[in-house]
Each structure stands twice: as C-alpha cells, then as structure tokens.
C-alpha cells in the first residue's frame, strides 16, 4: 500500500469536509452536542481614553444572536445591567445618570443560562477620564494634631528647665496630589507645620519673635511632559553630582531636564544659595545676587551589552550673600564662584570593572561685604582660579568563584584618588582644600566570613610654601566578622551558644614633615608626631527567646613629639549586653560598661562605671509601658561623680475612626547628679523631674 498517497488523500478530505472524517464516531455514540456559537464582540473604547459620560458600546455579531440571551453586565464589582440597552447586536450603555468611574476599571459581560450558570462571555479593559478631564486624579491630604505638655517640674537652682509647666499645640499638614493626563503629569508634596510655641517655629532662629508660628516647610511640584521627555521640578530639589563643583546642593528652586534620544540629556537648575523655608521667596529665586544657576550636559557614549560610559560636563555660577540658613547659624561671607567641571564614568560588560573620575576648574572670589567691613578699608581678596580632581576604581578579582562545595568566594580592589588646590572653593560643594590623599581597598568574603583592609595616605601643604606646615597621614584599617560556627567548620549544624564575631583595628600615624620658616615654630618639638591605635572586638549571642553580647574596645594615643614623649593616653572598655523576651507581652535589656582612661604623663586612671536597664511591658493590645534606668559611677584621683536617671512612659495607640488613628503618652523622668573634687573644694549636686504628657492625631 502507498501510504505516502493514502496521507495526502486523507488531508484533502479533511480540509475540504472536517465532518466526514468524524461522522462514524457521531453515529456510534450518543446525540452530538450543538456546536458554541463563535463569538466575536468589537467595542468603541479599545486602546482610548473615554470621557466620564461618553456611551460605550459592545458589538456582538449577528449569529451569537444577543437579544435572545439573558445578559448580565459589571463595571469591576457594580451591576448595570438595568442601565444598558440591547439592541441591534450591541450592549450600549450611556453613562448619564452613572457617570464611568476615573481611571483603569474592567467591563465584564456574562451570560446567564437557563440552570442559572453564569459564563463569562467577555472581559474588557475601560479607560476614563474624571469629570475634569483627567487620566488620574489623586489628592492624599494627611493631618497631624497634637500637643505636648509638662504637668510638673521640681528642681534645684543648679538645674532649670526653664518652663515648669506648659502645654504646646503643634500640627503637620501633607498634601500629595498627582494628576495626569496624556501627555502630561504633573504631582505636588507639601509640607506645612504649624506651633503655639514660637521658639520651635521653623525660622525662629532668623526672626525670632517675628517668626510666623505656621508655615512652609517643604514643597515639591513635578511636571512631566511625555512627548517632549520633558520634567520639571519646582520647590525644595537637590542637583548635582560633580564632587568638586556642585554635589546634592539642597536647596529652594527650579531644575528641568530633557533626555535626547538615549544617547544624551541635559539638566538645568537654578536654586535659593541658601536652604530656605516659608512663605517669603515662595519660588526661590527672588534675589539674583543669591542664586545658585548650573547646566549639566550628559552624554552616554555607551549603554548597552557592551558595557556603560558616560561623560558629564557640568557649568555652574553661584553668589552668596551673607546669609544663614534657616537651621545654620554660622557667620557668613559674600561669595562668588564659577567653574566647569567634567565627570566620567563607566563599567565593562559584566560590570566586574568599574570606574569613576572627574576634574573641576573653579574660579572664586570673595567681593567686599558691607555687613563684615562695616565702613572699613580692608585689604581685596584675589580671586583665585584653582582645581580639583579625583578618580575612584573598583575590580572584582573573584566573583561567586567556587572553593568548595555550596562555598563561594569574592574579592573587590578598590582605589581613590583626589587632589585639591590649596585655594580651591566651589559655592555649592564642600571640599577640603590643599589635600592630596590617596587609598587602597581590599574586600572579601569566603561565604559567611567577611574581612576587609585600606591604607590611606595624604598631605597638605601642595604649593610647599616654607612659612606653613605640611602634615602627612597615614592609616592602615582591617575588619573581619563571621559565625563562630564557619572558623570551626561547623556551619551545618550551627549551635547558638557558638557566638557571631568581629574585630576592627586602625592605626594612624599623623606628623609635621617640617618646621615652618618665619612663623612661631621655634624648635622640632613643636611639630606634632602621633600615633594612635584603636581595637574593637564583639561577640553577639542569638537564641530564640534571649541575646547576649561583649564589646571590647581599646584605644592608644602615643605620642613621639619631641619633649612630650610620655604626654600618651589610652582608653580601656568593656561593655556587657543581656535582653530577653520571655513573653509577647514582656521584654527587657540590661548593659554593663566598665572604662579606664590612663593618662601615662600625670599617671592618673579616670574609672567610669556604667548600667542600665530597659523593661518594655505590654500589658493589652495597643497599650505599652517602657521603663528606663541607668546609673553612671566616675572617679578618679581626687575627682568623683554620680548621675542617676529614671524613667517610665506609658503609651496608649487607639483608633478614633476609619481615618483617625492617635497615641496618648504620660512619661515621669528623674536625674540626680554629684560632681565633687576634695582638692579644690568642688561639690555641686543638681535634681530635676518631670511629669510630661502628650497626644498625637493622624488624619489619613
């Protein structure tokens, strides 16, 4: 038989009659079922965006026969099949009296069979905007009222408070919004804080008693453009990322960015020079005599598989006035600074190299001050055109690299580099200048054993000017930290009395490599030469119900100064750590720390003895009572001093309403302190406690 012609005829019969081929079983068994009608439904919204009371239709076609059926129709968990209409074909539902609810929601059509069987004949994805016209409309407010009191106060004369009894009311209002709309989005996050007590306003420190006791705190409006990639930020931003010339500068103002393909962006920002709060300088830039304005141009030469390089170039013009911010209370100066700045970095493919430099060329001025001359002639400041420049590389030299069974090994080479001129300033970045340092890193892991060392070295003084002295510094650290368990090969059947370990040391050595020329240096014994060492150690303890812990630490100051070669000191701490939790409804802490400071040049020992005690009692649901004591013993050779310290807080968190939560709080503090010294006839002895309340609501 030819079986090849026999396949052939058999596929013919069967696509130009399928039946045929399967009459016979028909016949042999029972009634054939009736054959589903196919379904095909067309709608009007697919892939749109409907407006709230736009009609929406769903086409069947005309075999499926839809006026005959009975239709059941959802939008997400609502039932309007009351309100559709079925006619021709179609299930039309005009949303006049119900309007589409905003946003991403499902129409769901199902047909009810006679058996009352509910089939889903059909799912289908609406799109609608809300009555103003939005894709997404979210406003998130969040309300925080509250107070907080002092009930009681007793004290000495040595020990005021300064208000006995009080009662202060404060609040925090939070706005989110987001609104979108193809191809617009724009969102906002405020801030608003408000206090009866004027002293904690929020720019009391500026203005004193003139300070506004509500006011802005923070506030972030972003705009998005998706056609043009276009976004916007107005308010409390941070720009930046030249570590020389401009990095994270926070502060009140504008930055807009645009990406250009994925091959290049640019960003642009003008800010406040000073971080700023409330309703004065709503925008930030109200002065141009204290703006911040910089550009940065980015270009990704690579991105993809073949690894990541990018370059940014960075303008930056800023001037200062002197001015404070609202939480700086230094004295200032008017500043003038501009520079460009250039940042690379990049990775191979597999990201095992990786490396980041950059280099900033500033020029600075500092422009006379009539606040700080105050009439007089002063001598000009140059202005001074410096550079900086640094370059950081990481290689991971093994990577999940096998060194036993389920045991993997990684080891990370890290290198920095930095250089600053000795007169290098930039207006919105802080650098130490006159600095040229250097460090090396190793780090590693053997599964759960983790070790690390870096040397760094550095110097000041680059120009070598004679008249000044160039210190040099040179530290060597080392970590490492594991189970008890992995160093005894025990990690498969781990015991909780086998602690967890680490040790961390660092030795620095710090010297004067000269003594300066025409200057007050008189003799080499008064360039400073010093090392100093510091160990730390601790083993951790975990069981189910317990936790225990010891903290060593010894540090060494030695000095190799000419003339002061026995001026040494050291400090000698050993701490202890015990907490259970013998309950769910009871846990407590308790710490030891015993310390000895010797002075080897008076030969004195100062012995500080530390213990404390916290106890966390949880007697019913939201209710939790905290206990804490501590007692400090000081004493040394003619010098000896106490200091006790209580208290307790009993705390209720309680619901006020689907959207309110709130906490109540009552706390008792009390401190007692002796300071005496029999050679001088020193005794002072000071007592305080209190009795504080306070209440917070959350409105959400």
Known sequence: MNYKLLSVYLLLVLLINPNSVFTQEIQDGADPEPTPTLITINSNFQDRWLSHNEPVELQFNQEFGLEDRNIAVFINDTDITALVTIQDGKIIYDPKSLSLPPGESNLIVYEITQQGQWNELGKFQLQARDRLGFERAEIVPTLELGYKSQLYADHNDGNDPGRDQYIDFEGGLNLRTVHERYPISFATNTDIFGTSNQSESLRFGQEFTDAPQIDLSQYLFELNISGLNLSVLQGHISYGSNKHLISGFSSRGLVASMPFGGWADFTVGVMNGQSIVGWDNIFGLNDADNLIVAGTLGINFLNNRNGELRLEITSLYGSLLSQSGFNDESTTDTEESKGLGFRLIGSDPSNRFRFEGGVALSEFDNPDDPLLSQGFELVEVREETE??????????ILRQHAVGENL??????????????????????????DLFQNTFELNGNIGEFNAGISYYFSED???????????????????????FTFLIGRSANPSIWYPYVSYSFEWTKQFGDNVPQNSNFDSPS????????????????????????????LSTVNNKQQGREDADFSTLVNGFTFGMNPHEKFDFDLNANLERQHDEELEINFYTERFGAILNYRPIEDHTITTEFSQTFGDSRNTKNRDTQFNSQWSYNFTLSRHAEAQFFIRYFYQRSTNENDEIGFDTRTKLWTINSGLNITFN
Do not use: C
């Open 408 to 433: 993997f090994a990684n080891l990370t080479f890290g290198y920095h580099l930095e250089w600053v001129d000795p007169l290098f300033r930039s207006v919105a970045a802080f650098s130490l200048a």
């Open 461 to 483: 003084n680059l120009d070598d000017i004679s008249s000044i002295m160039t210190t040099k510094t040179r530290r060597f650290t080392g970590n490492l930290s594991t189970p």
């Open 387 to 396: 550079y900086a420049f640094y370059a950081d590389v990481g290689f991971d």
């Open 526 to 553: 008064q360039v400073p030469d010093q090392v100093n060492m510091n160990h730390t150690a601790s083993l951790q303890w975990q069981g189910e119900r317990w936790r225990a812990g010891y903290n060593f630490n």
